[in-house]
């Protein structure tokens, strides 16, 4: 039996679909590597990384932490991993460009925080702490975009959407909230 030969809308769509799981992977291999190597690099680091932020608060973040990872999936499988997310897309009037942008705000500089702030904290500087607000923020708006795009996709396609925007949620409380506004005003730069 021959296949007929794919249209150009369709081979488009697999390429941005290549591009935003290869910007996913590598984005989320660049923030865990950050991790590793900055733990190791620098392992007295854990224990000042919340700095100020009083224990009442630091279960809402471990809970939110989690909830947010599980929330990152659901988001990413109905922006990126569903079956023609393109079309979907298309139909809701959201273009592959903007899902790419608003996910490499989030991965990119949250690949940089966890290696500035163990900077920081080794000596700290105003240098030092403009940069980690400055990712903390790109993140922020990253999230925020990520929210507006999946309460768009669920509006237009319903049903299961609406699961990917509700994990946006927890996603966006932690990084446009918890990270941004909350950590920075107890850790003090």
Known sequence: MVRPMPDAAT?????ER???????????LSVLGSYVLAFALSPEIRSGLWGGVPEG????????????AAGYFPFT???VLSP?????????GIR???VAACYAAVLMPSALWLPLTALHQMD???????????????VAIGASGLVWLCLRLAREQGGASWLAFGGTLPFWLQ???????????????
């Open 124 to 138: 700290p500087g105003p240098f030092l702490w403009v940069a980690i607000r400055a990712v903390l923020f790109a």
């Open 11 to 15: 081979l488009n769509a697999a390429s």
């Open 84 to 92: 023609g997310p393109g079309p979907v897309l298309t139909r809701a």
């Open 57 to 68: 608060l630091r279960p809402l973040y471990t809970v939110n932490m989690f909830a947010a």
């Open 96 to 98: 592959s460009w903007v």
């Open 18 to 28: 290549r591009a935003l799981i290869a910007l996913n992977v590598l984005g989320g």
């Open 77 to 79: 499988f109905a922006l």
């Open 175 to 189: 990084t446009a909230i918890l990270d941004a506004l909350v950590w920075p005003a107890y850790y003090g730069g």
